[in-house]
């Protein structure tokens, strides 16, 4: 059922008030949305909306979402817009579009290549791609081999990468044990050792040395050293010797968690 209404004997805000109080329950929708665009403006024009008060364009407001339909926040961009250019319509033309660098053949090509590599993170993505073209000539990667890792991850966030990938995790980080965080348990032989570094203070804005004491944990055999700075520069001469010092086969190194103590060639304990 249609219905066509006439609201010319609504002449004030009074009466838009008494309306809205009336059709508390009502909805009401126009036929077309030319139509209740043009419907609005002349709503706008007969009350004179933009020298009304802030409380009675309240009102207005409300009419015109009880009378159309739409929700606040499209009758509000149509209020600017009659306000910035005098009229309300549908936009002609079609909208300004940046050019596309990255076609749907890259992102292709970038799942092909996650589902070969097993999706590596992005730079290393990013260098089989350059690899690709620069090394082996394949100008299908001639984009793709410039592409940020940022809008790398995006395209693999597109909805026609994850149609074709078959892997979609995120990047695992490779983790190498360089040391085991773990309470020394001697069992009553000696060769666990525990080391300290106590830095002695700076005086005169001039840098202290650094005091290395090393205990082992059954005999409390102790040998302490120094130096000027806890690099393995000062610390790899210095641990060799004090080592060596021990007169029993040294099983473990706790350090409590001391980096300056921890590289690729320590059995931390």
């Known amino acids: 059922m249609t219905i066509n209404m006439d ?10 008030r008494k309306f809205l109080e009336g059709t508390s329950g009502l909805r009401l929708n126009g036929a077309a949305r030319e139509e209740k665009y043009s419907w609005i403006a002349t709503a706008m024009r007969r009350f004179a909306y933009f020298k009304l008060r802030k409380k009675d364009k309240s009102v207005i407001k409300k009419y015109m979402l009880r009378m159309t339909g739409f929700c606040d926040a499209h009758i509000g961009r149509l209020i600017v817009e009659k306000r910035d250019h005098g009229k309300i319509g549908l936009r002609n033309g079609s909208r300004h579009c940046f050019a596309r660098t990255y076609t749907k053949a890259d992102i292709e090509r970038l799942a092909e290549t996650d589902n070969l590599h097993e999706r590596l993170s992005g730079p290393a993505t990013k260098k089989l791609f350059q690899r690709a073209y620069e090394v082996f000539g394949d100008v299908e990667f001639v984009r793709l081999k410039d592409i940020s890792v940022s809008h790398l991850y995006n ?10 990938c078959l892997i979609i995790s995120k990047t695992r980080p490779v983790r190498v044990n360089i040391g085991i965080r773990r309470k020394p348990q001697p069992r009553g032989r000696p060769g666990y050792l525990r080391v300290d570094t106590v830095h002695q203070g700076d005086r005169d804005k001039a840098k202290g040395v650094y005091h290395i004491n090393i205990v082992d944990e059954v005999t409390q055999w102790e040998i302490i050293g120094a130096v000027e700075g806890i690099s393995e520069q000062f610390l790899e001469p210095l641990l060799k010797i004090m080592l060596a010092l021990f007169p029993f086969e040294i099983y473990g190194f706790h350090s409590d968690n001391g980096s300056e103590y921890i590289n690729l060639g320590a059995n931390q304990d």
């Not at 609201?7 to 838009?16: E, F, L, Y």
């Open 7 to 16: 609201d010319s004997n609504i002449k004030d805000i009074s009466g838009i």
């Open 155 to 164: 395209m693999r966030s597109s909805k026609p990468y994850k149609l074709r």
